[in-house]
């Protein structure tokens, strides 16, 4: 979730995660590098004293990927996008367990964010602090109830919530965001019925397409898009390279 950036021409400083993760945090600007270009960008590192460079590589480039394995680069996901095609047909029965959040949500969204995820980039970036990595989330749920996203549908049963997803709208496309399942509560077609509802809420808006992006080891998140009818559009690498050793506390 990065919300500030100071734009150079090779890579960008990522003011939002530095200041949340107390580290230097940049990002390379392009997909694909030849070696001038890497050059630049380790360059511009050193030169703005990056600890960690972060880089989503195109996975179909066979000298961009061979080129951050030899420098140093942790590759620590797989992003694949999936997108499908809205219709008129996309808007759902009314789901009971689904509605827009509540600001008496938060707290009970907050403490479930902060357990799920554990299959993203941060977590299997070692440099990172875990605690750090729970607070992510938590704050990534907050921040959609003050403006990040566009909508926050939340799951409930009995009354308490127990699931959410973030809405999110570019132009005529439809994104889902942060999404997840309280863990006592997966397998009971929650997902699906969170999925469903971001695609009427997508429709109402005029969307003319979704997507939602997830990690290559999330393979349940992958079988819950693939039911509702989006399909695989691309599939890019994570990198990180770090410029600093040591652990975090």
């Known amino acids: 979730m990065t919300q500030s950036v100071v734009q150079e021409s090779v890579c960008s400083y990522l003011e939002w995660d530095s200041e949340f993760f107390g580290k230097r945090i940049a990002r390379v600007n392009r997909h694909c590098l030849d070696e001038p270009e890497l050059a630049a960008a380790l360059g511009w590192c050193h030169a703005n004293r990056i600890d960690c460079l972060y880089f989503l590589a195109a996975a179909d480039d066979l000298r961009t990927v061979r080129m951050a394995e030899q420098n140093s680069f942790i590759q620590t996901d797989v992003r694949i996008t999936f997108e499908r095609q809205l219709t008129e047909n996309d808007r759902p029965e009314t789901a009971a367990l689904v509605r827009l959040a509540r600001t008496s949500d938060l707290a009970d969204l907050r403490k479930i964010a902060s357990t799920l995820h554990h299959d993203s980039r941060f977590y299997f970036d070692q440099h990172f602090d875990r605690r750090k990595c729970d607070l992510l989330y938590a704050t990534w749920i907050e921040n959609s109830f003050k403006g990040f996203a ?100």
Not at 178 to 196: A, D, F, N, S
Not at 215 to 234: D, M, P
């Open 150 to 249: 566009e909508a926050v549908l939340v799951a409930e049963v009995e009354g308490r919530p127990v699931g959410y997803l973030t809405c999110h709208l570019r132009g005529e496309e439809s994104q889902i965001g942060l999404t997840g399942i309280e863990e006592t509560q997966t397998g009971k077609g929650l997902g699906r019925k969170l999925v469903q509802t971001f695609l009427g809420w997508s429709v109402e808006k005029k969307a003319g397409r979704a997507t939602v992006v997830t990690q290559g080891r999330n393979v349940g998140a992958q079988r819950l898009y693939q039911k509702c009818g989006f399909l695989t559009s691309s599939l890019q690498l994570w990198y990180h390279r770090w410029f600093t050793e040591g652990q975090s506390d």
